[in-house]
């Protein structure tokens, strides 16, 4: 897997996705958002990746998958418990999005033949038997290796400003980064509350 890491950039999504995230987390004491980076990965299209979601020193009894897209949707992928049992979301392709316990305190999503559509967040929710649950920051998935543009110059983001256009020889050595940080920020508040809600919804169960 190709992964890249910039420590920078990387501080400031952490620090934007504890800012957003805190106060739905804090409000109840048995859930836990963990500090970690959020990793970016550039898998060739059409590769297979697969993110891991390591329980750590919890004891996980199951786990719940969530993808942010780059449009600010959030869409809940499903869930995986210890026996390997899966249950899918809706109209997630269980052909390509394959979700699997690995080893004894790890679980895993495989993504198939991925494309650009797949671009976007992937988080992990753990879950212990005793209700405790951790949320992992994720990994950002920007398929189709480090693009020579700015991958942000076609989309139109909204964080309380407009991100319109960029101009088209805008090198991401040039600067990109840091377009890619603010309109991410957006990303990490929309996915806190799908998971906030996704998690009330099987809590119930």
Partial sequence: TDTQRRPDKMFFLSLAWLLLTG???????????????????????????TIDCDCGNMACDLVFWFHSDMSSKVHFLGKC????????????DKTRFKLSKRGSKSFALRIINVTKEDRGIYSCVLKEKNLNEVWKPGTLLLPGGLYS?????????????????????????GGCGSMILWPLVGLLGGLALAVLCTLRYFSRE
Wanted: charged share 30%; hydrophobic share 35%; aromatic share 10%.
């Fill in 149 to 173: 543009k700015c991958f942000l110059s076609q989309l139109n983001i909204r964080l309380n400003v407009k991100f319109s256009k960029y101009p088209s020889d805008f090198e991401e050595a």
């Fill in 81 to 92: 418990n210890n026996a390997d049992r899966t249950l899918y979301g809706v109209n997630v």
């Fill in 23 to 49: 106060p739905l987390w804090t409000s109840d004491l048995k859930q836990k958002l963990l500090e970690e980076e959020v990793s970016v990965r550039y898998p060739k299209i059409p590769s297979s990746e």
